[in-house]
Each structure stands twice: as structure tokens, then as C-alpha cells.
């Protein structure tokens, strides 16, 4: 292996700037921009995992594939293989642009994706209360007929339409991970468990089966640092702290805090659900399981982060010791915890 190992785990930013710019070629152009600051970790001695969102990307296929259905009679594209989809054409975005990169630096590296799924529990309660939204508006009437028809569960979102929803179970186990520790040791940069990876369940039998669902992806890139023994948990997001009362006139950046700090600000909700919450929420999980550090920054100060100049780095405390203090119901939504 090459060096210390980091998993980086990059947002939808790093992919869609904003609403104007959400075309491939401006995708591809965003990731230039994202690969050319993992390059530079790369170039400074990182060993490299990357996991990535898809979540507007997903949105994009399943749009497309409903619309296909509407107007052509084309057959609808089940979310499981909408997640391999997005894995495998953002993968093909990130492997180009870090593979240009190296060459243009003189860097002697390989970059690999792995179509990653990740095991769920079929009896998890996330099932039964199914919280996400994906795809397009329909009309009540449409709803109810999918539902009726198709098994879908539906709900009316905020007033715009409703639209079908799914369940955000807990990752249990990733499936390739042998052969991501494999492509890692033999010094790849491997971009693994996208989105959260791909949701299935295993049978009475042990046989694998996709599921409608969404995995969190900070929750799974958590799950895969402490599987491989990251060094680094790096979560690269939109803004370039972690902060106290955030867009409030209050607003306080953190420089540093620990995972008994990170509680307290989680019980007092200085961090939104949907957003920061569940990137704090999936390093302290990660901390409490073996792990050093983690930071969290924008892509443009990474390098910065790295050196201590900016960013906010999270560290373990004297809590974990001996479990003498347990984890959340939300902290234990990340991974499996039977070690």
C-alpha cells in the first residue's frame, strides 16, 4: 500500500455546482475540479478510497425512465439498477479525470471503480416508515394507482404533488470488500461504494437480491473506512467548516472538536437533518469503531485541511473507552455492530 490509506467521501457539489449546471459536460467539468484536489493527496503520499453521492444522477435516470415509459412504452428502470447506472457513469467521470490528472503530473497510478453493492436487513424498521422521495410529481390519482398496481408507497411532499417514497435503511456489509482491501493494497485508487452502494438483501439461502431503497452514503463511506482501516475519514462537503449555528448571525466555525463535543452540538441541533447531521453522525460512528480522525472541508481546501489551516477536524476522546458511554439510535444507523 502506498502510504497512510484516506477514504474521501465527496457530496453532490462536487459533481453538481448548481441548477445550471447539471448537463454531463458540466458534471464531468466539476469533477475535474474535485479530481484535480484528490490528485494532490494522491501526489503528497495518500493512498485513496472515494465514495460519492448520486443522488441527483439517480433522479436524472429515473426521470428519463419514466418519461421513456409515458411517451414510448419503454420499460421502467427498478432504483436498484438506477444506483448501479450512476455508479458506473460517475465512476467512468472520476476515473478519467484522475487518470488525466496523474498523467499530467508524472504520477505512476492506477484508478479503478468497484460496482459496489452494500447488504441491508430486510427487517429493518426503515421498511415500514419509508422516508425518501425519488422521482417525478404525480398526481393523487396517479399515486394511488401506482401504489395499487406497482406496491409503491406514496406521499404528498410539501404541497408540490406527490411522489413515490422509499426506505434509507442502516448499511449492514459491503459485498466487494475484499476486493476493494485487494485493489488498495496493490496501491489502486478505488472508487467504491457510490451513493451508498447498490441495496440488497440476502435470502434464507445467502443469494442476493436488489431492493428499492437509498443507503445514506456517509453512513456507508463510514462503514467502509472502519472495514478497510482508514487512516482518514475525509468527508468533503459544500462548505468549508463545520459550524456552530449555522446561517444564523451567530454563525461560529469549528476548528476542532471531539466526539463528546460533537454529541452535545447533535443534542442541542446545530446540525440539520439531511445535511451535516448525518456526516457528524457517521464520524463518530466511525470514531467509536477504531478511528483516528476525520475532517471535514469543501474540495477546494482539502490540501489546506490536510495541513491544519483550515476545515474541521473531529478526534476521539475518552468516551469510547470501554463503551462506557453507548451510542445513539441515530449513531447506530451507520454499519454493522456486532464487533
Same mark, same amino acid.
Given at each position: 500500500?502506498?502510504?497512510?490509506?484516506?477514504? @474521501?467521501?465527496?457530496?453532490?457539489?462536487?459533481?453538481?455546482? $448548481?441548477?445550471?449546471?447539471?448537463?454531463?459536460?458540466?458534471?464531468?467539468?466539476?469533477?475535474?475540479?474535485?479530481?484535480?484536489?484528490?490528485?494532490?493527496?494522491?501526489?503528497?503520499?495518500?493512498?485513496?478510497?472515494?465514495?460519492?453521492?448520486?443522488?441527483?444522477?439517480?433522479?436524472?435516470?429515473?426521470?428519463?425512465?419514466?418519461?421513456?415509459?409515458? @411517451?414510448?412504452? +419503454?420499460?421502467?428502470? #427498478?432504483? $436498484?439498477?438506477?444506483?448501479?447506472? !450512476?455508479?458506473?457513469?460517475?465512476?467512468?467521470?472520476?476515473?478519467?479525470?484522475?487518470?488525466?490528472?496523474?498523467?499530467?503530473?508524472?504520477?505512476?497510478?492506477?484508478?479503478?471503480?468497484?460496482?459496489?453493492?452494500?447488504?441491508?436487513?430486510?427487517?429493518?424498521?426503515?421498511? /415500514?416508515?419509508?422516508?425518501?422521495?425519488?422521482?417525478?410529481? +404525480? !398526481?393523487?390519482?396517479?399515486?394511488?394507482?401506482?401504489?395499487?398496481?406497482?406496491?409503491?408507497?406514496?406521499?404528498?411532499?410539501?404541497?408540490?404533488?406527490?411522489?413515490?417514497?422509499?426506505?434509507?435503511?442502516?448499511?449492514?456489509?459491503?459485498?466487494?470488500?475484499?476486493?476493494?482491501?485487494?485493489?488498495? $493494497?496493490?496501491?489502486?485508487?478505488?472508487?467504491?461504494?457510490?451513493?451508498?452502494?447498490?441495496?440488497?438483501?440476502?435470502?434464507?439461502?445467502?443469494?442476493?437480491?436488489?431492493?428499492?431503497?437509498?443507503?445514506?452514503?456517509?453512513?456507508?463511506?463510514?462503514?467502509?473506512?472502519?472495514?478497510?482501516?482508514?487512516?482518514?475519514?475525509?468527508?468533503?462537503?459544500?462548505?468549508?467548516?463545520?459550524?456552530? $449555528?449555522?446561517?444564523? #448571525?451567530?454563525?461560529?466555525?469549528?476548528?476542532? +472538536?471531539?466526539?463528546?463535543?460533537?454529541?452535545?452540538?447533535?443534542?442541542?441541533?446545530?446540525?440539520?437533518?439531511?445535511?451535516?447531521? #448525518?456526516?457528524?453522525?457517521?464520524?463518530?460512528?466511525?470514531?467509536?469503531?477504531?478511528?483516528? /480522525?476525520?475532517?471535514?472541508?469543501? #474540495?477546494?481546501?482539502?490540501?489546506?485541511?490536510?495541513?491544519?489551516?483550515?476545515?474541521?477536524?473531529?478526534?476521539?476522546?475518552?468516551?469510547?473507552?470501554?463503551?462506557?458511554?453507548?451510542?445513539?439510535?441515530? /449513531?447506530?444507523?451507520?454499519?454493522?455492530?456486532?464487533?
Amino acid at each position: 500500500m502506498h502510504g497512510r490509506l484516506a477514504v @474521501v467521501a465527496i457530496g453532490g457539489n462536487s459533481l453538481i455546482q $448548481d441548477k445550471e449546471h447539471q448537463t454531463i459536460p458540466d458534471q464531468h467539468a466539476a469533477a475535474r475540479e474535485t479530481c484535480h484536489h484528490i490528485a494532490e493527496m494522491v501526489a503528497q503520499g495518500w493512498n485513496i478510497a472515494l465514495t460519492h453521492g448520486n443522488g441527483p444522477q439517480v433522479g436524472f435516470i429515473l426521470r428519463r425512465s419514466e418519461i421513456a415509459a409515458r @411517451v414510448a412504452g +419503454m420499460h421502467e428502470v #427498478p432504483l $436498484d439498477v438506477c444506483g448501479a447506472d !450512476s455508479q458506473g457513469a460517475i465512476g467512468y467521470a472520476l476515473q478519467q479525470n484522475l487518470t488525466n490528472d496523474f498523467q499530467s503530473r508524472g504520477i505512476d497510478r492506477d484508478v479503478a471503480t468497484v460496482i459496489t453493492q452494500v447488504v441491508v436487513d430486510a427487517s429493518d424498521v426503515a421498511f /415500514e416508515r419509508p422516508t425518501k422521495p425519488i422521482g417525478g410529481f +404525480m !398526481s393523487e390519482e396517479d399515486a394511488r394507482r401506482r401504489s395499487e398496481q406497482d406496491g409503491w408507497m406514496v406521499a404528498e411532499d410539501a404541497g408540490r404533488g406527490w411522489r413515490r417514497v422509499v426506505a434509507s435503511p442502516a448499511p449492514r456489509e459491503i459485498v466487494e470488500l475484499s476486493v476493494i482491501r485487494r485493489m488498495l $493494497d496493490e496501491g489502486f485508487v478505488t472508487i467504491a461504494v457510490g451513493g451508498g452502494g447498490i441495496p440488497v438483501i440476502r435470502d434464507q439461502h445467502g443469494l442476493l437480491h436488489g431492493v428499492a431503497a437509498v443507503i445514506d452514503k456517509d453512513y456507508a463511506s463510514a462503514l467502509l473506512a472502519q472495514s478497510v482501516g482508514a487512516d482518514l475519514f475525509l468527508i468533503s462537503t459544500a462548505v468549508e467548516h463545520v459550524y456552530l $449555528d449555522f446561517n444564523q #448571525p451567530s454563525q461560529q466555525p469549528i476548528d476542532q +472538536m471531539t466526539v463528546a463535543e460533537a454529541r452535545q452540538y447533535i443534542a442541542e441541533g446545530h446540525f440539520a437533518r439531511g445535511s451535516m447531521l #448525518p456526516k457528524i453522525e457517521s464520524i463518530i460512528w466511525f470514531l467509536s469503531h477504531g478511528g483516528n /480522525e476525520a475532517l471535514v472541508t469543501n #474540495p477546494a481546501n482539502i490540501g489546506r485541511a490536510l495541513r491544519g489551516e483550515t476545515g474541521t477536524r473531529i478526534v476521539r476522546d475518552l468516551s469510547f473507552a470501554g463503551a462506557s458511554q453507548p451510542l445513539t439510535g441515530a /449513531e447506530l444507523k451507520c454499519g454493522t455492530f456486532s464487533g
